[in-house]
């Protein structure tokens, strides 16, 4: 394997790890919104609610009005009050699922009662009216009804504090993850980094330079000690050594036996002039 397809991977790793990291982010980033999603869903449950709650007590009161009124006329701005006071509570009705059947329909009576109500105040007579409504039993019931749509409400409002805790424990968490993994894949990446460079460039490069020192020493056996498993880059170069350690070699042997045929011939003519 050569150099180039070394870096080429751990280029490839590194973008693995970059990719790694932006899913866990768009992962973490849909999993937030979705908590948030619910939480926004939970709070506006519990403000209608409480919404609801008051708009009973607002009919309520409205609804005391009519009956402390002198007469029909004078009742009418409190069942003009009251009637704008229902058509909410209806309205929010209708935008209240999570309200449970049986809250649902203490409210539907509790409009038709109030509505009956109107009627009798501003139709037919005060004493009507009051007769109809300001009785302890009907109180008794309207005060259960309310009761019930408050404990209805707090239960909501403690699964909204708990809902608004797990979204902040799994914010700190996911922070937490995301240090944990950046760092783990770091020194992942940098320890692998660090191996490849060591083991494929940082040490056959230093062995090729004392080859290259020991060749240029006369020692022509040194390009032969090429590792087993090395690079292409690295194996090439080793490749050129061993050609110029033998051309070297051959230069080498070439002049020795120039020296010898010089010396030789030195010989010859020293024993021609001797004799």
Same mark, same amino acid.
């Given at each position: 394997?050569?150099?180039?397809?070394?870096?080429?991977?751990?280029?490839?790793?590194?973008?693995?790890?970059?990719?790694?990291?932006?899913?866990?982010?768009?992962?973490?980033?849909? $999993?937030? /919104?979705?908590? !948030?999603? =619910?939480?926004? &869903?939970?709070?506006?449950?519990? *403000? @209608?609610?409480?919404?609801?709650? +008051?708009?009973?007590?607002?009919?309520?009161?409205?609804?005391?009005?009519?009956?402390?009124?002198?007469?029909?006329?004078?009742?009418?701005?409190?069942?003009?009050?009251?009637?704008?006071?229902?058509?909410?509570?209806?309205?929010?009705?209708?935008?209240?699922? $999570?309200? /449970?059947?049986? !809250?649902? =329909?203490?409210? &539907?009576?509790?409009?038709?009662? *109030? @509505?009956?109500?109107?009627?009798? +105040?501003?139709?037919?007579?005060?004493?009507?009216?009051?007769?109809?409504?300001?009785?302890?039993?009907?109180?008794?019931?309207?005060?259960?009804?309310?009761?019930?749509?408050?404990?209805?409400?707090?239960?909501?409002?403690?699964?909204?504090?708990?809902?608004?805790?797990?979204?902040?424990?799994?914010?700190?968490?996911?922070?937490?993850?995301?240090?944990?993994?950046?760092?783990?894949?770091?020194?992942?990446?940098?320890?692998?980094?660090?191996?490849?460079?060591?083991?494929?460039?940082?040490?056959?490069?230093?062995?090729?330079?004392?080859?290259?020192?020991?060749?240029?020493?006369?020692?022509?056996?040194?390009?032969?000690?090429?590792?087993?498993?090395?690079?292409?880059?690295?194996?090439?170069?080793?490749?050129?050594?061993?050609?110029?350690?033998?051309?070297?070699?051959?230069?080498?042997?070439?002049?020795?036996?120039?020296?010898?045929?010089?010396?030789?011939?030195?010989?010859?003519?020293?024993?021609?002039?001797?004799?």
């Amino acid at each position: 394997m050569s150099i180039r397809s070394r870096f080429l991977a751990l280029v490839a790793g590194f973008a693995i790890m970059a990719l790694a990291i932006a899913m866990l982010g768009v992962i973490s980033i849909a $999993d937030y /919104s979705r908590m !948030l999603g =619910q939480y926004a &869903q939970r709070h506006e449950t519990v *403000r @209608r609610a409480e919404r609801l709650n +008051g708009l009973v007590s607002a009919s309520v009161a409205e609804s005391r009005g009519i009956y402390l009124s002198a007469n029909l006329e004078a009742a009418k701005p409190f069942a003009a009050r009251l009637e704008r006071n229902l058509s909410d509570i209806e309205n929010l009705l209708t935008e209240q699922p $999570d309200l /449970s059947p049986d !809250l649902v =329909q203490q409210t &539907q009576a509790f409009v038709v009662f *109030r @509505r009956e109500l109107i009627r009798l +105040g501003t139709q037919v007579s005060i004493a009507a009216a009051d007769k109809h409504g300001n009785d302890e039993v009907v109180r008794q019931m309207r005060m259960n009804y309310q009761a019930d749509l408050g404990h209805w409400v707090d239960r909501h409002r403690r699964d909204l504090e708990r809902h608004r805790e797990e979204v902040r424990h799994y914010g700190d968490e996911r922070v937490m993850h995301f240090v944990i993994a950046v760092s783990l894949m770091l020194v992942v990446m940098i320890g692998l980094s660090l191996w490849w460079a060591m083991t494929y460039i940082s040490s056959p490069m230093q062995d090729l330079a004392q080859s290259i020192i020991r060749v240029s020493e006369g020692d022509y056996d040194a390009a032969k000690d090429a590792p087993a498993k090395s690079g292409k880059e690295i194996s090439a170069l080793w490749g050129a050594l061993a050609v110029l350690a033998e051309r070297a070699r051959q230069v080498e042997v070439t002049a020795r036996a120039e020296r010898e045929a010089e010396e030789k011939r030195s010989l010859e003519m020293r024993q021609i002039l001797l004799d």
